[in-house]
């Protein structure tokens, strides 16, 4: 989903949200290529966010948008909450998001923190940040 400074800054550029996507064809606002849209307000400059690494992050997802199309943060949760092993969780994110009918682009990454095996962290969505690529 857009935020609304990102839609205005597609519309001031003359483009427009349809269906979602930036003039039909991208489902997000900031990316490198994709030159045909750049006069529609698509730009390369990324969005920064800033938090601190405490014990109760646990991982962090980085996924295209083509996952985030039809996986979402609860899916993501619940098979970090229920595996241990990053590569596991990246197959099982990635095929997921292909049962779930994505067809291209499809990429994650997943960083673990090095708490498997500490028991402290907490059962709420805070313990792991998830990234749109």
């Known amino acids: ?14 483009g427009q ?12 606002s900031r990316a490198f290529g994709d030159i045909d849209l750049k006069n529609k307000g698509l730009i390369s400059e990324p969005h920064i966010f800033k938090t601190t690494i405490d014990d109760s992050i646990r991982y962090c997802v980085i996924a295209s948008d083509w996952v985030w199309d039809v996986v979402n943060a609860n899916d993501v949760f619940n098979i970090c909450e229920n595996e241990k ?12 998001a292909i049962e779930k009918g994505s067809e291209d682009n499809i990429s994650c990454i997943v ?3 090095g708490q498997e095996n500490k028991n402290k962290w907490k059962k709420d969505m805070k313990y792991f940040l998830v990234f749109f690529i």
Not at 20 to 28: E, S, W, Y
Not at 85 to 96: C, S
């Open 85 to 96: 092993n990053t590569d596991t969780i990246v197959n099982k994110i990635v095929y997921m």
């Open 111 to 113: 960083i673990s923190f």
């Open 1 to 14: 989903m857009y935020q609304i400074n990102e839609v205005l800054h597609i519309e001031k550029a003359g």
């Open 17 to 28: 949200l349809i269906y979602n996507r930036l003039d039909g064809v991208l489902a997000i």
